[in-house]
């Protein structure tokens, strides 16, 4: 379907390797837009007064702030072809003949940065993230080429690379399956 192929396209080169050189692996991807949560609005409002974070309530302007995230989730299972890049000191001994299929799960997230208020008020009122940053900075499919973080740091970090971390987080499982895997 056209959702499927969309997301295929959006994928990093790395996920797209790493599905390339270990099949067992099914590797998603989901990009958005959070609400700063309680705590975050607290530390952001201390760090803004000079004070301590404290318990830290809402303020209004924090109430609005919208973060731009990505979360990496990763399904594969214990065998030898999942945990081929386990640390060298790893105690861990994969099935292997193969004969495991159960699932073991791995998650990652980006960090996270703060969306100008001027795309962050288009996204509120409803347009997705992508034509809220043509929109803004007068580009044509921003989502398909460097992305929101790309636009905002001047091209410091891709669309690409921004995803590469929260990869190899959510690959911890298999690089250290004596610490997850049971």
Known sequence: NAAWEDAKTSVPDSVKELRKTVPDFSVGLEGGVEEAPASTAGIMAAARSGGS????????????????????????????????????????KADTDGASNEAVWGF??????????????????????????????????????SGTVGILTRGMIDRSSYYVHSL?????PWIRPEMYIE
């Open 53 to 92: 974070s404290g318990g830290g309530g809402e303020t209004k302007a924090s109430a609005t702030v919208l973060w731009c995230i990505a979360w990496m989730a990763i399904r594969g299972t214990g065998s030898s072809i999942c945990t081929l890049a386990k640390a060298p000191d790893s105690s861990y």
């Open 108 to 145: 990652g997230r980006t960090g996270s940065f703060e969306l100008p208020p001027e795309v962050a008020r288009l996204v509120h009122g409803g347009m997705e993230l992508g034509d809220a940053d043509d929109q803004v900075f007068n580009r044509v499919k921003s989502k398909h080429g």
């Open 168 to 172: 190899k987080l959510a690959l911890v």
